[in-house]
Each structure stands twice: as structure tokens, then as C-alpha cells.
């Protein structure tokens, strides 16, 4: 079975940056993709950043420029760069891996990022 911890989220004042890291212990057979999704009170969740098995990247427009996903392979882990933090990046974040058929492997525990004066 695929675990996937994460570290990273905190406190941090507008303008400010955290790098959140997922690390993924457990087999992992198969091509897969790596994404980091978000949820705040009462909202709904949504993919933030996501890097597929041959690297291609995709954000949503709110972070763009801000926010970098990465993996290493060869480590199982993902990280989230994420700078110029504003007040609505506020959120528990969640990394998740799928396989590229589409099959969800497992979903982080969450790590809460609070952005605020």
C-alpha cells in the first residue's frame, strides 16, 4: 500500500514563501502522476499544481508565476514552491497520485498552509 507523507505547511505572512515536500513510501508499479489540491472551509477542492509521468507541468491561473511543482523520481517525493503567498492561498493542501490510466493510488493526510498578517 502507497503512503504518501507530507511536511512543510505553516504560518507565513503575505508576500512570504513555503515549500511543501509529499514523499510517497510503498511500490509504485506503474507511470503516475503527482498533484498537489487544495481545500478551504466551506469550498470545494481543487487542483493547485499537477506534473505528469514525463514532466509536463500545469497550474491553475491564481498561481501561476507563484507556485512551482516538482518531483525526483527517484525519491518518490513531490514539492510545491510556493511564494508570493496571499491570504487566499489559505488552505489544508493535499498531494495525491494517480496512475496515468486514471486510478487514484492514495492522497496525502494534509498539511495546512495559513497565510496571514
Known amino acids: 500500500q502507497v503512503q504518501l507523507v507530507e511536511s512543510g505547511g505553516g504560518l507565513v505572512q503575505p508576500g512570504g514563501s513555503l515549500r511543501l515536500s509529499c514523499a510517497a513510501s510503498g511500490s509504485i508499479s506503474s507511470i503516475y502522476t503527482m498533484d498537489w489540491y487544495r481545500q478551504a472551509p466551506g469550498k470545494q477542492r481543487e487542483l493547485v499544481a499537477r506534473?505528469?509521468?514525463?514532466?509536463?507541468?500545469y497550474y491553475i491561473d491564481s498561481v501561476k508565476g507563484r507556485f512551482t511543482i516538482s518531483r525526483d523520481n527517484a525519491k518518490n517525493t513531490v514539492d510545491l514552491q510556493m511564494n508570493s503567498l496571499k491570504p487566499e492561498d489559505t488552505a489544508v493542501y493535499y498531494c495525491?497520485?494517480?496512475?496515468?490510466?486514471?486510478?487514484?493510488?492514495?492522497w496525502g493526510q494534509g498539511t495546512q498552509v495559513t497565510v496571514s498578517s
Open positions: 495525491r497520485i494517480t496512475l496515468d490510466g486514471g486510478e487514484i493510488v492514495a
Open positions: 506534473v505528469l509521468s514525463g514532466g509536463n507541468t
